[in-house]
């Protein structure tokens, strides 16, 4: 089971850009689907960003379309997530997570070996 540890959080403005990582230590990386997920208080955990093992397909939710990146380095065991035009609404902690089960990558519940977050807030 793959263990995750997400780095690159912190308080941006408005417009700003920030770097999410996830780094996996287990040794199927390679051949899982990765995801991004957020959670904002009082709200539900909800789907930003997943990639697929080879051949590497992307899926965003609508509203960070055109300016979140997701990406992976399976030398490095690692996920990204390039943040840009940030909004305040993107305040939220960060999770990566891999795919475990069948389904829809909106749905958490096929998720798994959930990172500890990271803090994204935007404000000015």
């Known amino acids: 089971q793959e263990q995750l540890v997400e780095l690159g959080g912190g308080l941006v403005q408005p417009g700003g850009s920030l770097r999410l990582s996830c780094a996996a230590s287990?040794?199927?990386?390679?051949?899982?689907?990765m995801g991004w997920f957020r959670q904002a208080p009082g709200k539900e955990r909800e789907f930003v960003a997943a990639?697929?093992?080879?051949?590497?397909?992307?899926f965003y939710t609508d509203s960070v379309k055109g300016r979140f990146t997701i990406s992976r380095d399976n030398a490095k065991n690692t996920v990204y997530l390039q943040m840009n035009s940030l909004k305040p609404e993107d305040t939220a902690v960060y999770f990566c997570?891999?795919?475990?089960?069948?389904?829809?990558?909106?749905?958490?519940?096929?998720?798994?070996?959930w990172g500890q977050g990271t803090q994204v807030t935007v404000s000015s």
């Open positions: 287990g040794r199927t990386f390679s051949n899982n689907a």
């Open positions: 997570a891999a795919k475990i089960k069948r389904g829809t990558y909106y749905d958490p519940t096929t998720f798994g070996s």
């Open positions: 990639i697929t093992s080879f051949p590497y397909s992307t």
